[in-house]
């Protein structure tokens, strides 16, 4: 029995079994290989993309769970060929340093700033819980301010 999904706008019947992680099946089904695996365990977060406008952990969420869902990814994030304002504050505020974490939390704090637009340091802490083993959440916290200050 085929799964249907929308990955970045695009309808995909997938011949995949039902408890097969989410990642995996974007990862290896579909060859979209920006969204990564780190923990497993749905703690750290690189996994992270959004399904319909929610921010989850792919790495434990069933396929299943997703079916007939909106997903977007990080290649999905920028559109019309102009980069999503979370990745353009990126770039200028150089938050990435090994950058492996990055296109988790990117689709975290993008999913996370539609429900927030002016949000504290508070809203930020108790929301942005992804793990950046290189330790850049000054420059994350200063990247988000940046863009809902525009």
Not at 13 to 39: A, Q
Not at 76 to 89: I, K, M, S, Y
Not at 98 to 108: D, K, L, N, P, R
Request: proline fraction near 5%; charged fraction near 15%; hydrophobic fraction near 35%.
């Amino acid at each position: 029995m085929a799964i249907k999904i929308t990955v970045n706008g695009q309808t995909h019947s997938l011949d995949v079994e039902p408890d097969t992680p989410l990642l995996w099946t974007i990862r290896e089904t579909l060859g979209l290989t920006g969204t990564k695996f780190g923990c497993g365990i749905s703690a750290c977060g690189a996994c992270t993309v959004s399904l319909n406008g929610r921010a989850v952990r792919s790495c434990q969420l069933p396929v299943s769970a997703a079916e007939g869902g909106e997903v977007t990814t990080i290649e999905g994030l920028a559109r019309e060929g102009l980069l999503h304002p979370v990745q353009q504050a990126w770039i200028t505020y150089q938050v990435p340093q090994c950058g492996y974490c990055q296109s988790g939390m990117i689709m975290a704090v993008a999913t996370f700033l539609e429900q927030h637009p002016q949000p504290t340091d508070e809203d930020i802490d108790a929301s942005i819980t992804n793990i950046c083993r290189c330790g850049t959440f000054a420059r994350v916290r200063r990247a988000i301010h940046a863009i809902t200050q525009r």
